[in-house]
Structure formats: structure tokens, C-alpha cells
């Protein structure tokens, strides 16, 4: 069964500067998808940016960004010029090809301060 | 373009009680997801469905859990008897496989339901 870990139950970062958060996971498969999703203190689920396994050029969306690490199995999401909005909890999520079951981290609670 | 409609948003209810939750997918979607939130257990994956058919319920925790979905707009998520260890988020979500990144997933609002 496919695991995803994500170490960093809290961040915080200042305005405007940048934090990584971090994902690794665990899968035999070859051919798989991974997402970054966000749920603010509203709760809802809202996708951030999401990278398919075969492709090697990471994933940009805006500030967004992914570092995809394939053999090492990492994810990590890397938001810059951080913005008060951007508090929130973040989730990884991995999805097997032709599967459409999604397998969530813990979530990294992000706080971006004044 | 209405995104994923959960009702209610939240709901008290006491132990015993039959609770049914509500969803209306994103019009066009055909695969339907229940999900539960809670903070020992994070987000797991309930039961899915595939035009409206069950495809994978081995998320659904016991017999006092059942889902539905009778056409492509509304599916309901039953607990009957509710207890209290089942207080929780629940969010509904829907993609669709004809789609461009159909794997993509998007999330209703999520009901926060309380059982005493």
C-alpha cells in the first residue's frame, strides 16, 4: 500500500520570504500522480498544483512550485514571496495511475506571519 | 461555474440519531468521492463512485455507514445509528474522467458534523 509522509507537522515564514515544505512517499509503482492541496481555516480542499510522475520538468504554478525527486521519492512544495492567504494546512497527496484513490499526507500546518 | 454543493454545513446531532449528509457533484463530473477528516485519522477515502455506481467501499468504516448516489447530480452519505466517535469532517468530491488531468479531485466545503 502507498504511504506518504509529511515530517513537518508546523511551519512558520515570514511575509514575503520563501518555505519549503516537504513530502516523501512510498509506492512500487512507476507511473503515479502528486498533488499539493491546501485547506484554509475555512476547510475547504482547494488544489495548489499537481505533477505527473512521468514527466521530469517540475510542476510551476504562480508562486508555486515543486521539487519532484523521483528516485528519491520526494515532493516537496516550495512557496515564495509567502502571502498572509497562504496560512493554512497543506496536504500531499499521491495517486496511482488508473486508479483514482487518493492517499493523504498528515498535513504541514503553515503559518505565514506580519 | 458551481463547484462541489455539500449540505449541511454542520450538524448536532445526538448519539442514536439517523444523520444523512448531502452532495451535489460538479455538473459534467462522473466519479463521486466521500472522504471523513478527523485529527487522529486525517483524510481518508470512504467510498467512490463511478456514474453513480459503487466502485470501492472499503474505506466505509461499519455497517452504520451507507452511501448512495441515485443520478449523477446527488449522492447522500447515511450513518445510522450515529455515535460519537463518529464527529468529523466530511467532504464530498467530484472529477471527471473525460477530462485533462481528470485525476484531479475537487472538494465541496465539507459538512462538520458533531455527535453528543
Known amino acids: 500500500a502507498q504511504t506518504v509522509t509529511q515530517s513537518q507537522p508546523e511551519m512558520s515564514v515570514q511575509e514575503a520570504e520563501t518555505v519549503t515544505l516537504s513530502c516523501t512517499y512510498d509506492?512500487?509503482?512507476?507511473?503515479?500522480?502528486l498533488f499539493w492541496y491546501k485547506q484554509p481555516p475555512s476547510r475547504q480542499m482547494i488544489l495548489v498544483i499537481r505533477?505527473?510522475?512521468?514527466?521530469?520538468q517540475n510542476a510551476t504554478e504562480n508562486r508555486f512550485s515543486v521539487n519532484f525527486q523521483k528516485a528519491a521519492k520526494s515532493f516537496s512544495l516550495k512557496i515564495s514571496d509567502s502571502q498572509l492567504g497562504d496560512t493554512a494546512m497543506y496536504f500531499c497527496?499521491?495517486?496511482?495511475?488508473?486508479?483514482?484513490?487518493?492517499?493523504f499526507g498528515k498535513g504541514t500546518k503553515l503559518t505565514v506571519n506580519p | 461555474d458551481a463547484g462541489v454543493i455539500q449540505s449541511p454545513r454542520h450538524e448536532v446531532t445526538e448519539m442514536g440519531q439517523e444523520v444523512t449528509l448531502r452532495c451535489k457533484p460538479i455538473?459534467?463530473?462522473?466519479?463521486l468521492f466521500w472522504y471523513r477528516q478527523t485529527m487522529m485519522r486525517g483524510l481518508e477515502l470512504l467510498i467512490y463512485?463511478?456514474?453513480?455506481?459503487?466502485?470501492?467501499d472499503s474505506g466505509m468504516p461499519e455497517d452504520r455507514f451507507s452511501a448512495k448516489m441515485p443520478n449523477a447530480s446527488f449522492s447522500t452519505l447515511k450513518i445510522q445509528p450515529s455515535e460519537p466517535r463518529d464527529s468529523a469532517v466530511y467532504f464530498c468530491?467530484?472529477?471527471?474522467?473525460?477530462?485533462?488531468?481528470?485525476?484531479?479531485?475537487?472538494f465541496g466545503p465539507g459538512t462538520r458534523l458533531l455527535v453528543l
Open positions: 468530491a467530484s472529477s471527471n474522467a473525460g477530462q485533462t488531468y481528470q485525476e484531479t479531485q475537487y
Open positions: 509506492t512500487s509503482e512507476n507511473n503515479y500522480y
Open positions: 505533477q505527473e510522475a512521468y514527466k521530469q
Open positions: 497527496a499521491f495517486m496511482k495511475l488508473r486508479s483514482e484513490k487518493l492517499v
Open positions: 455538473s459534467g463530473h462522473d466519479y
Open positions: 463512485f463511478n456514474n453513480n455506481v459503487p466502485i470501492d
